[in-house]
């Protein structure tokens, strides 16, 4: 039998991502030192996403903000490409408008194309719904894609609606309390590294408790170690 060199070829990993959507409350009330910290957290945020990333896997980073107006500014955006806009603190708190655009966004098979893994989903607010959200509320977390994500929360400072951000998180491990606007980048942090720590894992679509602290990161991991975990996102 003749020699065929054209038998002879190397495997080939495709390069998964672990979408994560920031819902983000930019009302009246964030107005000052929190909406300046919250847009300095979101960019550590991704900063870190490249500096503790998993050679196979890939952050894509999308932003929902709710207050004078519903805006998606971000659409799914690798994190070393990210290009935050300036947040502008105005408006009420739509939440409930919100939340039925992320949950269109999530279900959407086309924004979400070729990602392999459940998302993760932060929601960040400081004060209470200003429209009717219970619904969405219902809706985002219980039935079709969204139902799968991984869903955490910040409340900032007292008048946070906290029964809303528990609603919300899917454990109670993932709401984290910001005591003011000094405190944002660190309880931002805390999700960060609980999707980080997906990321390390045999299978990035499971997910518990939230890490409180940094997890030690491996310096690398076979792709062959992570045959288990390719469930498609559907």
Known sequence: MAFDPSK????????????VLLLLDVSGSMQ??????????????????????????????????????????????????????????????????????????????EETKGYWYRPAVVLVSDGYPTDEYSAPLNAF???????????????????????????????????????GASDIAAQFKLATMSTIQRMASQNPNEFSGAVRETPQMPADVAPSLRASEEEEFL
Do not use: N, W
């Open 8 to 19: 002879f070829q190397s495997k080939t990993f495709k390069e998964k991502a672990l979408p």
């Open 141 to 179: 977390i219980a039935t079709g894609r969204s139902a799968k994500a991984q869903r955490m929360a910040v409340g900032i400072g007292d008048d946070a609606d906290e029964e809303m951000l528990r609603r919300f998180v899917s454990d109670e491990t993932f709401l984290f309390h910001a005591d």
């Open 32 to 109: 000052g030192e929190k909406i300046e910290s919250l847009h300095a957290a979101v960019q550590e945020m991704a900063a870190d996403f490249v500096r503790q990333g998993v050679r196979e896997i890939h952050i894509k980073i999308a932003v929902i903000t709710f207050g004078a107006s519903v805006d998606c500014p971000v659409r799914y955006t690798d994190a070393r490409d990210l290009r935050l806009p300036q947040f502008t603190a105005e408006g009420m708190t739509p939440l409930g408008t919100a939340l039925e655009m992320a949950k269109d966004m999530l279900e959407d098979k």
